[in-house]
């Protein structure tokens, strides 16, 4: 390995999918001790941006767990759901991982993922919400008026609001500005109940221009905090997703006090090697 390039393994996969071409399209790259001391953040957003995915893991051993950061096309990301399961995948697939259980050091701190059979369970925090009056701005952006407004945490460095919407059609109705939400660097996760009797207890759909994908295939951070509003509304804890893209997702999602548990499946689609140069080297 030389100090001005490396190279690094890479996988690509369909998240929260029950076969290929379905879940959410993510990269992970496993970086060595050696290779993790000199990839600077500048080349890893490089990487992310030449995938052009919805997020890029890199992920390393450190201790006994591991570290891991996510990057969009445009920038990192302090939370992601998706590409953490495939990172999971990975380590227990490709890394030699033999127990049940993984645990994943990203900044909002530990993220556990535990291996039962093909299923893959996530321990994520719960990301809050604030009930508030829709901003009209926002609103016309999205198209259509919600029912309720909250305003999340911002687990992807910019604003984040959950809007409520009445039924599934509605939903599937919207047409956003784009260039609205970009401008604003706000995202929104429109969320809608589901259709209990076909198994769906919540449907929804994630706009995210702000961070470089216009409609998020599958998003599962964004359950973090949209699992703990149905779970509230509807009475049960543990519950079923589905996110309305043409990749059609599920998400299991169980809420747990503070935290959430997000389950579902990966399925393998490509894995090779890249060569990359260090950006920041002299």
């Not at 809608?192 to 449907?203: K, L, M, Q, R």
Request: some cysteine; hydrophobic content about 40%.
């Amino acid at each position: 390995m030389s100090t001005h390039h490396l190279t690094l393994p890479i996988y690509k996969l369909g998240a929260f999918a029950e076969r290929l071409f379905r879940g959410g399209p993510t990269a992970v790259c496993v970086l060595d001790s050696a290779q993790e001391a000199v990839l600077d953040a500048a080349t890893m957003q490089a990487i992310a941006t030449e995938n052009n995915l919805g997020e890029t893991a890199f992920i390393g051993r450190r201790g006994k767990g591991w570290w891991i950061r996510w990057f969009t096309p445009i920038c990192e990301v302090d939370l992601a759901g998706h590409p953490t399961l495939a990172a999971a995948w990975v380590v227990f697939e490709r890394c030699g991982e033999t127990g049940g259980r993984v645990v994943f050091e990203g900044p909002l701190g530990p993220l556990p993922v535990e291996r039962d059979g093909n299923l893959l369970r996530m321990d994520f925090p719960a990301v809050p919400a604030r009930a508030e009056v829709a901003p009209a701005e926002i609103v016309a952006a999205v198209g259509a008026d919600p029912v309720a407004c909250f305003r999340m945490d911002p687990i992807h460095r910019v604003e984040y609001r959950m809007l409520v919407y009445p039924d599934e059609a509605r939903l599937r109705g919207l047409s956003p500005d784009y260039r609205v939400l970009k401008e604003r660097r706000v995202n929104i996760l429109a969320t809608a109940p589901g259709s209990p009797e076909g198994g769906i207890d919540f449907v929804s759909r994630i706009f995210c221009p702000a961070v470089g994908e216009d409609e998020d295939p599958v998003t599962g951070s964004a359950h973090c905090t949209s699992a703990p509003y149905w779970a509230a509304r509807l009475g049960r804890d543990d519950l079923v997703a589905r996110q309305l893209s043409r990749r059609e997702p599920e998400i299991r999602c169980e809420t747990r006090g503070d935290r959430v548990v997000l389950s579902g499946r990966c399925v393998p689609y490509l894995e090779g090697r890249i060569d990359v140069p260090l950006l920041a080297a002299p």
